[in-house]
T-cell receptor, first 114, second 113 residues
Framework: EAGVVQSPRYKIIEKKQPVAFWCNPI?????LYWYRQNLGQGPELLIR????????DSQLPKDRFSAERLKGVDSTLKIQPAELGDSAVYLC????????????FGPGTRLTVL | KQEVTQIPAALSVPEGENLVLNCSFT??????LQWFRQDPGKGLTSLLL?????REQTSGRLNASLDKSSGRSTLYIAASQPGDSATYLC????????????FGQGTTLQVKP
């Protein structure tokens, strides 16, 4: 069974530029999560989707971050414009349902903003 | 607000040693607690999940315990091996069962041959 796929794995951009990350969850998983992990810290939830619906986006900085999950499968997380403080690893995870199931994580996208 | 703390931040041990990683949380009203492993440049792999009604879970050389009332969990690794070198993260899921995990900052383990 294929795991959670993320691309790109690495991205280097200059501040004020836009950037987008893509995630393909495990087949059949209804719930998708985007986390941000700063260096030396644990991941922090940005947004959670149940199928197409964003059910928890309270930690998403909505002035510059946006996300979508069209057709309830793949998801894209966008930052526009990027700031120096956005440098981090962006992790995508999925689970069969949002309540008790284990979350399976992708390898992440390491973003560096110069 | 739930806060999760892991001590120590880093640990270096010789191969073969038994070791304990600690995790504490401020709000005892949790749904479950998970231990994850993260290798450099990779995502997280779930190791053990303990439901709030359970006291411990075991998988191979790993044993995780949960004391909800005191807000503590430990991950015990028996007979450590160089391949165990990684960052270990604990995460709690709140009792509201929203699916949201709150992570600690992790303990980076190095097992020297």
């Amino acid at each position: 069974e294929a795991g959670v796929v993320q691309s790109p794995r690495y991205k280097i951009i200059e501040k004020k530029q836009p950037v987008a990350f893509w995630c393909n969850p495990i087949s059949g998983h209804n719930t998708l999560y985007w986390y941000r992990q700063n260096l030396g810290q644990g991941p922090e939830l940005l947004i959670r989707y149940e199928n197409e619906e964003a059910v928890d986006d309270s930690q998403l900085p909505k002035d510059r971050f946006s996300a979508e999950r069209l057709k309830g499968v793949d998801s894209t997380l966008k930052i526009q414009p990027a700031e120096l403080g956005d440098s981090a690893v962006y992790l995508c995870a999925s689970s069969h349902s949002g309540n008790t199931d284990t979350q399976y994580f992708g390898p992440g996208t390491r973003l560096t903003v110069l | 607000k739930q806060e999760v703390t892991q001590i120590p931040a880093a640990l270096s041990v010789p191969e073969g040693e038994n070791l304990v990683l600690n995790c504490s949380f401020t709000d005892s009203a949790i749904y479950n607690l998970q231990w994850f492993r993260q290798d450099p440049g990779k995502g997280l792999t779930s190791l053990l999940l303990i439901q709030s009604s359970q006291r411990e879970q075991t998988s191979g050389r790993l044993n995780a315990s949960l004391d909800k009332s005191s807000g503590r969990s430990t991950l015990y690794i028996a007979a450590s091996q160089p391949g165990d070198s990684a960052t270990y993260l604990c995460a709690v899921r709140g009792s509201s069962n929203t699916g949201k995990l709150i992570f600690g900052q992790g303990t980076t383990l190095q097992v020297k041959p």
